[in-house]
């Protein structure tokens, strides 16, 4: 069968095929620490998982709008208008079958042959996957290690020309969890406001921000009449499986991403929609519990790997992940990764699955228990050992 020549432009999120590897080992019997997959290890709020099952027996099993439920866009444009301190009108407001949706169609609807994306590097691969698909060239923004993973500003202004369209931020950030801070903002908006770049902010992270508060580009003077802001219920709410994700659109960008909904998946089922209705009014507790618990696995695990020898670990500002430097150990990080996971049991991302600035870095996901994470920092301890060893002779 002849594929069309664009398959050969889509990537891949390297963390599920990692995943796949881990559960094949776990079918011969291995005892296998995830700390691969994005995913809070916490269950759905009651609340959310009441409202979806009484949505189904109310026979909310149909057809809905494409854009979404109007009380769910209501809902989601009061939420991000108070946690953001912005005023949303509903009508801007798009519910997707997860977050992902919102990248691929804006990079449908904005991007084409001869237009050039800004995507940090590194980065949640997906935005690289969903440029190139669309026919445009991704240009890496480096975040070095050196800034806390927060960007060089002069660089991008450096890195913008009259062919760039989009500009992809995301913080707090995934693989590192880098957080912007204001200052970051406001030069980013200094440095576009004059081009005709619509930024996409991905904020999916936003509720999971341990130092600092989480400030939106759209807040800053001229930025919310470009800016596509991106969130979910996923990381937030525990609700991966659920696929209930939405986008802040421009108005002029609503109608074209709702056609595109209507040709691909129709809508976004009811009763999840109804859980998501539920989680913003009634899931808070849970959200903060989580939250609190992800904090102290942080500052568990944190200096725990800095411990190890030839390990390096900056402390994330947010998210659920750290980006530990193996470098000194003098073995690339897919090798390591490889090693951890065959021998020592412990699935973790060689970060250059996020892109060529990935190179020396693992990404570690600590959404697993406390016990798991010091059960797997020995596992890495044993595997450093073993690369150390190798070097010497």
């Known amino acids: ?234 990381k937030t709410f525990a609700m991966t499986g659920w696929r209930a994700g939405f986008g802040v659109f421009p108005p002029a960008l609503v109608p074209q991403i709702d056609r595109l909904i209507v040709n691909s998946v129709s809508c976004t089922p009811a009763f999840t929609q109804r859980a998501c209705i539920a989680a913003l009014q009634d899931g808070w507790p849970e959200a903060a519990q989580m939250r609190a618990e992800f904090l102290r696995r942080r500052d568990a695990l944190v200096p725990a790997l800095n411990a190890i020898p030839g390990v390096h670990c900056r402390r994330p500002a947010g998210a659920f992940y750290v980006f530990p430097n193996i470098s000194d150990l003098g073995v690339g990080a897919e090798e390591f990764a490889d090693a951890l996971l065959q021998e020592f049991g412990v699935a973790a991302l060689a970060g250059t699955a996020f892109g060529a600035a990935g190179a020396g870095h693992l990404r570690l996901s600590y959404a697993n228990s406390l016990d798991n994470l010091h059960r797997a920092v020995n596992r890495i301890a044993e595997c450093a050992a073993s690369a150390r060893a190798a070097l010497r002779v």
């Not at 949303?88 to 609807?109: E, N, R, S």
């Not at 800004?118 to 060239?137: C, N």
């Open 1 to 234: 069968m002849r594929l069309a020549k664009r398959m050969g432009r889509l990537g891949t999120e390297t963390a599920f095929d990692v995943l796949v590897r881990a559960r094949a080992l776990e079918r011969e019997g291995r005892d296998i620490i995830h700390l691969e997959i994005g995913e809070p290890d916490f269950d759905s709020p009651a609340a959310v998982v009441a409202a979806g099952q009484a949505a189904l027996g109310a026979g909310e099993t149909h057809y809905g709008p494409a854009a979404g439920l109007p009380e769910l866009r209501e809902a989601i444009a009061a939420w991000v208008g108070s946690t953001r301190g912005l005023t949303v009108d509903p009508g801007h407001v798009v519910v997707t079958p997860g977050a992902k949706p919102v990248i691929f169609y804006t990079a449908l609807a904005l991007l084409e042959a001869g237009d050039e994306a800004i995507l940090p590097d590194p980065a949640f691969p997906i935005y690289e996957s969903m440029v190139r698909f669309a026919g445009a060239t991704p240009v890496p923004w480096r975040l070095r290690e050196e800034r806390d993973f927060r960007p060089d500003l002069d660089e991008l202004r450096r890195l913008i020309t009259p062919r760039t369209r989009l500009l992809v931020l995301n913080s707090p950030h995934n693989p590192t969890g880098g957080v912007l801070n204001g200052a970051d903002l406001d030069a980013i908006a200094d440095a576009v406001r004059d081009t005709e770049i619509t930024i996409l902010s991905d904020e999916i992270y936003g509720q999971l921000i341990y130092e600092g508060t989480h400030e939106s580009i759209a807040t800053r003077p001229g930025m919310q009449a470009r800016t596509i802001l991106l969130d979910g219920f996923s």
